[in-house]
């Protein structure tokens, strides 16, 4: 009897060593998880200020350039594409493109004196400049979390933890390799040349 008393005692401490580790493991993957999820909550909070503004620009911007409607029209669409985007991917390219349509916008604003010296339009050139600061800086921060929890997922002995838990790799938020390009604008045909 004593014997079977002190198995048992055994294998409960056995269970108790294995357990703890493995219960502080799995709560360092659901606190980098969550950290994942709030830095990419910040770039979805910034995307949407941007997105806020970019109605006002655009209004303001016909009221000078009425005839640019192609890149009106570019700037709603990829609007729509990142409000509809469901994954770090599909966000960074739609942001792509919606920031490659707002460089081409900008480039148009160029040939109207009188709308660079609008000061609502400068107020919100103004206003979209700190709030594309804000997004670089909530993307790096992002994918700095990314990097913490996939070395989590990815090292020994979290490997297991991740395994049996079901964490797996976050995705980085990359940007579009066309994004270091300058956009490309052609004035002829429109008026303007």
């Known amino acids: ?31 980098a998880e969550e950290n994942v999820n709030q830095q990419y909550a910040q770039i979805e909070n910034q995307l949407q200020r941007r997105m806020d503004l970019i109605p006002n620009l655009v209004n303001t911007v016909k009221g000078y350039a009425s005839h640019e409607k192609d890149i009106m029209e570019d700037i709603a669409n990829a609007r729509s594409r990142l409000i509809g985007a469901r994954s770090p991917e599909e966000l960074a390219d739609a942001d792509a493109e919606l920031s490659s349509a707002l460089s081409r916008l900008l480039v148009i604003s160029e040939n109207y004196p009188d709308l660079k010296a609008d000061q609502q ?65 052609d004035f002829e045909g429109n008026g303007n040349g």
């Open 121 to 185: 339009f400068t107020q919100l050139m103004d206003e979209l400049s700190g709030t594309e600061n804000r997004i670089a800086i909530a993307r790096k921060d992002y994918n700095e979390e990314v990097q913490n929890y996939n070395k989590k997922v990815k090292r020994f002995p979290g490997r297991i933890t991740a395994g049996i838990f079901g964490f797996d790799e976050k995705e980085y938020f990359q940007a579009d390799p066309k994004a270091g390009e300058a956009p490309k604008v």
């Open 1 to 31: 009897m004593k014997k079977k008393g002190v198995l048992i005692s055994i294998i409960i401490a056995i269970i108790v060593i294995i357990l703890f580790p493995l219960i502080g493991s799995y709560n360092g993957f659901v606190s």
